[in-house]
């Protein structure tokens, strides 16, 4: 059964990088057409796609964010990361990993399965 | 960016009660839809996807519907496990969007 599981430090100072991995178990990450994604929540607030990354390399980004976000995958740790740069308090969320399933018949992709989430708050 | 709005933000139902969440794009977006489920402390759960398709291992008393801007979340007979927050997300365009959630309380 595939399962992700976040990882990194739970408080960043303002204006330093954050940094998650998300860690993949059950399959490989290069197995199958998939994208492997990070979202967040912020407190008392909706869900954010943060951006997506494939094996091969592509990536996508939230324009929102794009100027202060990487995301890379390494293949031989099964893992993928997301840094954030330049955090401010309205970085402080919940961090999710996701995997994004693009099918080839059905239209359309989604999420699943998601990690458990990691809490991230920006503060000094 | 293609905003989702759901409605209502949240309502209060007995175990076995019919509910239904709405959900309205701001743009045409087909069968673009999933659905999701979230419970407090854990990882979001995909209940539908494009709209009306069932997930694998997910029970038959969850069904979506609609097309265009408008969609449903439909649970049939609602059991002590469904109480929880549910989103729609559209996958037609990026960023991929998200309604701001429906919390499903205890009567």
């Known amino acids: 059964q595939l399962q992700l599981q976040e990882s990194g430090p739970g408080l960043v100072k303002p204006s330093e990088t954050l940094s998650l991995s998300c860690t993949v178990s059950?399959?490989?990450?290069?197995?199958?057409?998939?994208?492997w994604g990070w979202l967040r929540q912020p407190p008392g607030k909706g869900l954010e796609w943060i951006g997506s990354?494939?094996?091969?390399?592509?990536?996508n980004y939230n324009p929102s964010l794009k100027s202060r976000v990487h995301i890379s995958i390494d293949t031989s740790q099964n893992q993928f990361s997301l840094r954030l740069t330049s955090v401010t308090a309205a970085d402080t969320a919940v961090y999710y990993c996701?995997?994004?399933?693009?099918?080839?018949?059905?239209?359309?992709?989604?999420?699943?399965?998601w990690g458990q989430g990691t809490q991230v708050t920006v503060s000094s | 960016d293609i905003q989702m709005t759901q409605s209502p933000s949240s309502l209060s139902a007995s175990v076995g009660d019919r509910v239904t969440i709405t959900c309205r794009a701001s743009q045409t977006i087909n069968t673009y839809l999933n659905w999701f489920q979230h419970k407090p402390g854990k990882a979001p759960n995909l209940l539908i996807y494009?709209?009306?398709n069932l997930q694998s291992g997910v029970p038959s008393r969850f069904s979506g519907s609609g097309s265009g801007t408008d969609f449903t979340l439909t649970i049939s007979s609602l059991h002590p496990e469904d109480f929880a927050t549910y989103y729609c997300q559209q996958s037609f365009n990026t960023p991929w969007t998200f309604g701001l959630g429906t919390k499903v309380e205890i009567k």
């Open positions: 996701a995997r994004r399933v693009v099918p080839d018949i059905i239209p359309g992709n989604w999420f699943d399965p």
């Open positions: 494009a709209a009306s």
């Open positions: 059950g399959s490989s990450i290069t197995s199958g057409y998939y994208y």
């Open positions: 990354i494939h094996s091969g390399g592509p990536t």
